[in-house]
């Protein structure tokens, strides 16, 4: 069943589809989770979490791509839920602009867009219209604390 966007909020899509918002990330290092310039919202890098912990794992080598597909719709996830808190809330969040996905994986491995729709999948099936967005899904040597992948999101925030 396709949800009705004018009907549905962000929130009751998300209940339906079995997810809860997680809490911002918090910074690890010496940066801000998000800035704003204007309207215009960018979240600083996220790495996927579960159970508290860092998704770790290189595409092609020791992890699957259904697995890293899963890690990007929590990478993804999060990353909207630093968006919504720089813009006061899900339903603030005017539109995406452009995700960016890096994937740590084997050198030979040439599945990094597959694994990026998983979080263009989740943030689409989130937001409706207001969730299309450009992309950039890259592969990567290495990424912090040996996580799979990380992505980034810059939204417009209703003013």
Known sequence: MTPDFNQDTAEARLAAM???MPPPPQPVAKYQ???T???LVV???VLPMQEGRVITGRLGESMTVE???AAARQAALSALSSLAAASGGLQAIASLV???V???CAPDFARQPEIADGASELLLQVLGSAGQHARVAVGVAELPLEACLEVQLMG???T
């Open 156 to 158: 417009v925030r209703r």
């Open 98 to 100: 452009s995700l960016t």
């Open 102 to 104: 890096y994937v740590r």
């Open 18 to 20: 079995g997810l809860t």
């Open 67 to 69: 697995a890293g597909v």
């Open 37 to 39: 310039a204007g309207s």
């Open 43 to 45: 979240t600083s890098g």
């Open 33 to 35: 989770p998000h800035m």
